[in-house]
DNA sequence: TATGCAGCTGCAATCTCTTGCATCTATAAT
DNA sequence: ATTATAGATGCAAGAGATTGCAGCTGCATA
């Protein structure tokens, strides 16, 4: 809520628009605890303003993260969950026996993505990952 | 073809049926050229027996999948595609200025899979992965 | 060869997400 | 304050993928 000023000056840095819809979506991402899915931040917006459109959502979380204000992490569940990049770049480790999620820091993928920059001139994009396997206790 | 009762093999000892539908299917999956999508599997499909039902192309996929005979991967243009594990284990560096896909060895993958059981006993499951980012002409 | 049934299929409904289009509006220029 | 317009929204249709359920069938057994 405090800093969602920062980013829509960002926003209007870079010619696009503030309206009243993305200020209280960007609001919800902030605010979330965790991770939070479009259905989620939709059912809270509307609480404010039934009239917006889920559509409206997805299109600001596509535009937040072209910003790369917002990152998009697909834990395997069906749906892809959005997390604001204030909150700091991190990755998962999906367990697919128990569900479980460890959360890990983003440099353990400093060599890989050096080693691709290296073998392959290749500049990864590489922000908020999912990896699958199986946990330590599962294993 | 040749190869493909070597699979319906493996489907039998682990007690799933060999059906019709299912033969067609890897059929399908195994003669592709390339990573192919479950609707073009399902038009494929179609021209031998057009009663199949797509459900059932994905239902036999998600089997396959679990069964490590075929790897899904997501290039990130709106559908999974799918490639029989035969044809060798490889990774993908999609560029996202030109769309271009680098195919990579799999050992690149080695060192991050290494510190991953190392730091978090997590053995990581990484068969076919695409990668996003910035290719060498686009940077 | 006939039978029983776990497992598979087809169908239809549903879910998540995207897209085309007409209308509306935030913003810059007047 | 008004106006023009590029850009944003809402709506509805649609694409890809999943799921519940009733009925069908491969295949193990007799």
Known sequence: MAKSGEIL????????RIT????????????????????????????????????????????????????????GDGRVRYHSIKKGHHHHLVCQKCGGIIDMEESVFTPLRESLLKQYGFDADIHHLAIFG????CR
Chains 1, 2 share one sequence.
């Open 9 to 16: 000056g960002k926003l209007t840095a870079q010619g696009y």
């Open 20 to 75: 009243p819809q993305r200020i209280m979506i960007l609001d919800a991402v902030e605010n979330a605890d965790d991770h939070i899915s479009a259905e989620e931040i939709f059912t809270l917006v509307c609480l404010q303003y039934p009239n917006v459109n889920i559509s409206t959502v997805y299109r600001t979380l596509e535009l937040l993260k072209q910003l790369e204000l917002v990152t998009e992490t697909d834990f």
């Open 134 to 137: 199986t946990c330590k206790k």
